[in-house]
């Protein structure tokens, strides 16, 4: 059985504690929040722009903590799971590793890249099992990219389209900061950077253009360049200003002997376009929000049950998506390629 403490009990933290109910072998047995009405189980300020508003919460059995070094000394503790803000993973991260435990953490890996690469580094020193929270692989729409990649099924992967685009959140404060949010690129932008990067591989150049507010980008579209000169990647995201916009997500992916398609605006199911003219709508499994968040959590169960590093949810891979959202902000603001 897997013993979990989760930090940071907002809008993710109350996700996760959805989704760890579901999960086999895994339970949540402590929490950490400095907010007392969360610590008496009061959950009911917590909303996001998905899933179920939240409630009261039975705590009875969990352990409640205000101070993060409680948490870390809590023995019943086998692995955290942490929901700060994106400023806040690098230290709370590290520290964790140090105390002897597993740790998942919410994307992004950190704000900075030099952050993230001590954090990957002190995984390695201490011999636990960092996964960061890059969920969009376990989506079934965007899992079964994944996997037809994997098995051969339509040939080679040749390219893609991605698209990633909100209205401007107004609600949110500081989010158009990069040293506590990230803005656009490192909260929206970074699920499709990683993606890529899952499916492609690591760029050696991006090229990007985009709007911006200061020095943070708000809208912004990339070509991405490989070692393979053949693969022709784009991806757009960011905010725009009308408030009629909902969230907005979809692809178009290139193999060598298909083209998927799939986007959340038209309400069009997945569909496979053949080489020889035929059309698919392949079943995928209709899945709830928290449900898309459990099959992550079953990953990241077995990845420390097993000691090893997750091929999805691996913290190197998370630190390589950082790097790309920071060369792509580098080029957006010099006007220019930048070389990875």
């Known amino acids: ?42 959950w009911r300020k917590i909303k996001g ?5 939240g409630e009261i919460v039975d705590l009875t059995g969990i352990a409640a903590y205000d101070k993060y070094e409680d948490l870390l000394a809590d023995s019943n503790v086998d692995a955290l799971d942490i929901c700060l803000p994106p400023c806040a993973h690098s230290k709370a991260v590290i520290a964790g590793l140090q105390a002897g435990k597993n740790v998942f953490c919410e994307k992004p890996v950190a704000l900075k890249v030099p952050d993230g690469n001590a954090m ?16 969009l692989p376990f989506f ?50 970074i699920h499709d ?18 709007r911006c507010r200061g020095e943070v980008p708000e809208y912004f579209s990339t070509q991405f360049s490989f070692a393979d000169p053949s693969l022709t990647v784009t991806a757009a995201s960011g ?3 009308q408030q009629g916009r909902p969230f907005f997500a979809g ?3 290139q193999f060598e002997k ?34 898309n968040f459990a099959f992550e959590l079953t990953e990241v169960r077995d990845s420390f049950a097993n000691n090893r590093n997750s091929s999805i949810l691996d913290g190197s891979l998370a630190a390589d998506a950082l790097a790309i959202c920071h060369k792509e902000i580098e080029s957006i603001l010099s006007g220019k390629p930048a070389a990875i």
């Open 140 to 189: 079934p729409a965007y899992r079964f990219i994944f996997d037809a990649k994997n098995s051969g099924k339509y040939g080679k992967l040749i390219g893609g389209d991605f698209r990633r685009i909100i209205s401007d959140p107004v609600w949110l404060t500081n989010f158009y900061n990069m040293e506590t949010s990230g803005g656009p690129m490192l909260d929206l932008h």
């Open 1 to 42: 059985m897997l013993k979990v403490g989760i930090t940071g009990i907002g809008f993710m933290g109350w996700i996760h504690y959805l989704a760890w109910k579901r999960i086999p072998d895994a339970k949540v047995v402590a929490i950490c929040d400095t907010i007392p009405e969360r610590l008496k189980g009061d």
């Open 239 to 241: 905010c725009i200003m």
């Open 120 to 135: 990957i580094q002190t995984a390695k020193e201490t011999g636990k099992i960092l996964c960061i929270g890059h969920v």
């Open 193 to 210: 950077a990683h993606f890529i990067r899952l499916l492609f591989g690591m760029p050696t150049r991006v090229s990007a253009v985009g």
């Open 251 to 253: 692809y178009e992916v």
């Open 49 to 53: 722009n998905f899933g179920p508003q």
């Open 258 to 291: 298909a083209t998927v398609l799939f986007d959340t605006w038209s309400g069009k199911p997945l569909t496979v376009l053949n080489e020889d003219g035929s059309v698919e709508t392949p079943e995928i499994p209709n899945v709830d929000d928290v449900g």
